[in-house]
T-cell receptor, first 109, second 115 residues
Framework: EDKVVQSPLSLVVHEGDTVTLNCSYE??????LLWYKQEKKAPTFLFML????IEKKSGRLSSILDKKELFSILNITATQTGDSAVYLC?????????FGTGTRLQVFP | NAGVTQTPKFQVLKTGQSMTLQCAQD?????MSWYRQDPGMGLRLIHY???????DQGEVPNGYNVSRSTTEDFPLRLLSAAPSQTSVYFC??????????????FGPGTRLLVL
């Protein structure tokens, strides 16, 4: 059975901290891994990863994929209260997305 | 370009009633899908479609029907609503061409309450 597992389930930090969110996957016909940010609305796209070892960056966020060990991490440096959200890890195989349950990040001032 | 639109935003149904959740996209995406999101369960795939006239079941298809008569529209039908179908429903679409960014575009969601 295809599955995506995220950890931790919940994380509480203070502004300025650096956080690492983890995602492991077991998916047949794996094609890509995606990260989404979800606040009190629909998920918004962050990154798509298809190749191992190539870091993708967008401002304070970065992500990398390890296709040998079947995991990905999402790093957020110098966190801000606006980073508070649920972060979804999603695996895309040949015809569908498989979602993890998400990591809820709360950033306090 | 409106992206992915969903209607209604919120709906209350009585057990046994039927209804259709509408989803439309104007980006000419081949792939469209429906998810439900429940606390602690993440997003679960209900049905998906890789093109007009082609649909398939996802992880939790029971109690739902879909059709894809056009590229733009992908309605989700609840034939006889049950309280277990109380959830937030998201429609999404993707452009599947080889080598393109496989970004999923999500609609704003429909919050459904079944009494």
């Amino acid at each position: 059975e295809d599955k995506v597992v995220q950890s931790p389930l919940s994380l509480v930090v203070h502004e300025g901290d650096t956080v690492t969110l983890n995602c492991s996957y077991e998916v047949t016909n794996f094609r890509s891994l995606l990260w989404y940010k979800q606040e009190k609305k629909a998920p918004t796209f962050l990154f798509m990863l298809t190749s191992s070892g190539i870091e993708k960056k967008s401002g304070r966020l970065s992500s990398i994929l390890d296709k040998k060990e079947l995991f990905s991490i999402l790093n957020i440096t110098a966190t801000q209260t606006g980073d508070s959200a649920v972060y979804l890890c999603v695996s895309y195989n040949t015809d569908k997305l498989i979602f993890g349950t998400g990591t809820r990040l709360q950033v306090f001032p | 370009n409106a992206g992915v639109t969903q209607t209604p935003k919120f709906q209350v149904l009585k057990t046994g009633q039927s209804m259709t959740l509408q989803c439309a996209q104007d980006m000419n995406h081949e792939y469209m899908s429906w998810y439900r999101q429940d606390p602690g369960m993440g997003l679960r795939l209900i049905h998906y479609s890789v093109g007009a006239g082609i649909t398939d079941q996802g992880e939790v298809p029971n109690g739902y029907n879909v059709s894809r008569s056009t590229t733009e529209d992908f309605p989700l039908r609840l034939l006889s609503a049950a309280p277990s179908q109380t959830s937030v429903y998201f429609c999404a679409s993707t452009y599947l061409a080889s080598g393109s960014q496989e970004t999923q575009y999500f609609g704003p969601g429909t919050r459904l309450l079944v009494l």
